[in-house]
């Protein structure tokens, strides 16, 4: 029996959709691969083929988050008047404030462990603003920059829900072709656009856009688009493993003609758009199965779930702190096996710091959630 969870069967008809527990394994995968990521960078050197081939497909977390996103809030809205001041005044502080408040965070531990002191504090106030402007604090802080634009562009795309349920796949091919262009602008820019005016398309919605379009049509189709996955699942398996050889195959291509490998596996190549999809499509496919027996792991998956933002959200500092472990490990054996020590060891610190901040009084501002004791209460 396959657990799509699309609504109620009750006499009334709600206007609350029901849990997707398929989506909670998604997270969880994402998040892993997310932590892996960093923590693969953090452990071995920039040019380094063989991580770097790696660290090119584990780009697909961010664009998966970009997917699930908009997924969930059109399925939510879909059937529904969406009352835009509400919407905005519910969803835009659950993100701003973390974001403002942990861009503070990463930018006074800058300072603290940084070897050249900022000239005055001035410049250094009015770097913080210029971070907290351009989602530069810290390395992951963007991916919050650019969940704030979906948020407010979010009723724009709820004006599409008809075309979407009429049309989806001509929104698809539009979406997709303004992304293949996008991509190649990023990846190729002109000669007269300099590197600097190419990073500040980073932090805008204008590189994930396609993936965000993604998310809503799945959200508006999500029964259509659930049961295919799941009777086709080896087709999925199959677009997953075919889109791994052409993403490593395209990066492998560009290192032999000369491109420096962190460049060649950068998250904006044509050559990954393919493996990017897939790779959701099958992470969807394995929460969809996992959600048909949710007894198996569901405690764990839950317990997660609960603490996945302020694992976001805190997860480099841990890595940071544990730079002495890096060198340590890394002076000593090499890699992989600092990727390999390292890597639980900052699941486990990430852990023990939301734990940590999940007793504080504040943390729904540092955490998105609120109080381990207080949410218990009212449970």
Known sequence: MSTTQIARPAARASTRPSHLYQLDLFRVITFAFVIFMHVLGATTFPQDVHSDAIEGLLHFTRQAFFALSTFVLVFQYRDRPLAVGKFWRRRVPLVAVPYVLWSVVY???????????PPSAGAALRALVIEIG???????LYFLLVTLQV????????????????????????SGAIQIAVTLFLSHPPASVDYT???????TLLPYQFYSVLGA???VHLKAVHGWLLRHRWLVVGGLVASLGVAEAGYFWNVHNGLWPEVASDAFRLYLIPWFVAAIAAIYLAGARWSEGRRRGSRF???AV?????????????????S??????????????????????TVALTLVIVEVLRRLPCSKVLTGRPPLRAAAKVA
């Open 324 to 345: 002495p472990l890096i060198a340590l490990v890394g002076d000593g054996v090499g890699a992989p096996w600092t990727t390999i020590v390292v890597y639980p060891a």
């Open 134 to 140: 351009t989602g530069t604090a810290w390395y992951h």
């Open 301 to 303: 998956v839950s317990w």
């Open 217 to 219: 049509v799945a959200g």
């Open 306 to 322: 609960d603490r996945s933002f302020g694992i976001f959200l805190s997860h480099p500092l841990a890595l940071a702190l544990l």
């Open 151 to 174: 948020y407010l562009l979010f009723p724009l795309l709820m004006k599409l829900v008809g075309v979407i349920r009429r049309r989806p796949w001509l929104v698809l091919a539009v």
């Open 107 to 117: 930018w006074a531990y800058s300072l603290a462990t940084s070897e050249q002191p």
């Open 197 to 203: 005016t190419v990073t500040r398309f980073y932090t």
